[in-house]
């Protein structure tokens, strides 16, 4: 797949990209995205949510009527569930909601992924660039440019910058990542994936492709 190289003014360089077939070109695989994103959200879960049940509770054990002679049923406790300011039933208990994710599975997500904004034509090659300082309205006016300014857009570098990264930290719709950071669930949750030019020749290594 052969894509046009464009710079940060939003202008052709002439110069082409070629992507990798089994990376950019494959048929979504629709499930094991699905189960991806579904680990990688579920992983965002702290699970600290508590309730209190009837153990729990600190309260008179005192019966609070007869047990027998009342015409109802037994009543035994002050902290019974039937009663306002009483346990809870079944209530949610802190646990841990990630589960295991095989390492093939994932890979194929993430290439399903990427063929899937390349089959939609959502995908910009950019010319590699730097940022001298972190700056909000430098990295805003390169996505103008482009013309994303309206899309959530997610800029793919060879390797980490920390001048682009705060760069782009309070733009809503922008996020940046290295291409050993990449996954699923934010190649989905973006409208255009832009891939640094030097950025393009590492996916093979990333994603092991000829291993």
Known sequence: MELKVINIEGKETGRTVSLNEEVFGIEPNTH?????VKQYLANQRQGTHASKEKSLLSGSTRKLRKQKGGGGARFGSIKSPLLRGGARIFGPQPRDYSFKLNKKVKRLARISALSQKAKENNITVLEGFDLETPKTSGYLDIIKKLNLLDKKTLLVLNESNKNIYLSSRNLRKAKVVSVYDLNTYDILNAQNVI?????????????????
Do not use: C, R, T
Request: aromatic fraction near 14%; avoid cysteine.
């Open 32 to 36: 094991v995205m699905w189960l991806d």
């Open 195 to 211: 891939i640094s030019e030097p950025a393009a020749s590492k996916f093979d290594e990333f994603l092991k492709i000829n291993e």
